[in-house]
T-cell receptor, first 113, second 118 residues
């Protein structure tokens, strides 16, 4: 049968379009969330974070939305560029775990020129 | 700021040998460093949490005698894969968390080390 662990969710967009990457987190006690970008063969790069007392936070070309009711996190990238092509991971943590990060499965974003 | 250097970036070794991977925070002090393992097209799995001056805390299922961690200073942690075998081949990534700032919960990652055991 298919090994789902080898198949990342994928999102393909055209250059200039906006991208929305979604993430469902598991722990209702999580109070801190981070989005990371990982290019092939490299370590994750911090993009943006958000605490549970907020539902939206904006950075440069990126916006993170948090819906605690349904335990959902999203990353919006405006005017997506080829350099944005990478795997994007959401990570959750909470103070009771000393803020260890638990990573989601990741989404492969491909930007077509 | 917040640069984490990891060395080596790629290592090939014979089965049964040990390999040491270094993780350094170059421009900040890190009271806590983390070691992750990542298989192709999969997410990062936390192996252990390394606190300066104390023993590492290992995640369930990670053999502490197999993966030795030392965090001797506020800027350096090392992971030694002892008696490596082909199943230990993987991408190992470290991260460091800043001490004493409001952004202290952000982990900054090294570039990773690809280990291939023959």
């Amino acid at each position: 049968g298919e090994n789902v662990g080898l198949h990342l969710p994928t999102l393909s967009v055209q250059e200039g379009d906006n991208s929305i990457i979604n993430c469902a987190y598991s722990n209702s006690a999580s109070d801190y969330f981070i989005w990371y970008k990982q290019e092939s063969g490299k370590g994750p790069q911090f993009i943006i974070d958000i605490r549970s007392n907020m539902d939206k936070r904006q950075g440069q070309r990126v916006t993170v939305l948090l819906n605690k009711t349904v335990k959902h996190l999203s990353l919006q990238i405006a005017a997506t560029q080829p350099g944005d092509s990478a795997v994007y991971f959401c990570a959750e943590s909470f103070g009771g775990s000393n803020y260890k990060l638990t990573f989601g499965k990741g989404t492969l974003l491909t930007v077509n020129p | 700021g917040a640069v984490v250097s990891q060395h080596p970036s790629w290592v090939i070794c014979k089965s049964g040998t040990s390999v040491k991977i270094e993780c350094r925070s170059l421009d900040f002090q890190a009271t806590t460093m983390f070691w992750y393992r990542q298989f192709p097209k999969q997410s990062l799995m936390l192996m252990a949490t390394s606190n300066e001056g104390s023993k590492a805390t290992y995640e369930q299922g990670v053999e502490k005698d197999k993966f030795l961690i030392n965090h001797a200073s506020l800027t350096l942690s090392t992971l030694t894969v002892t008696s490596a075998h082909p199943e230990d081949s993987s991408f190992y990534i470290c991260s460091a968390r800043r001490a004493g700032t409001l952004a202290k919960n952000i982990q900054y990652f090294g570039a990773g080390t690809r280990l291939s055991v023959l």
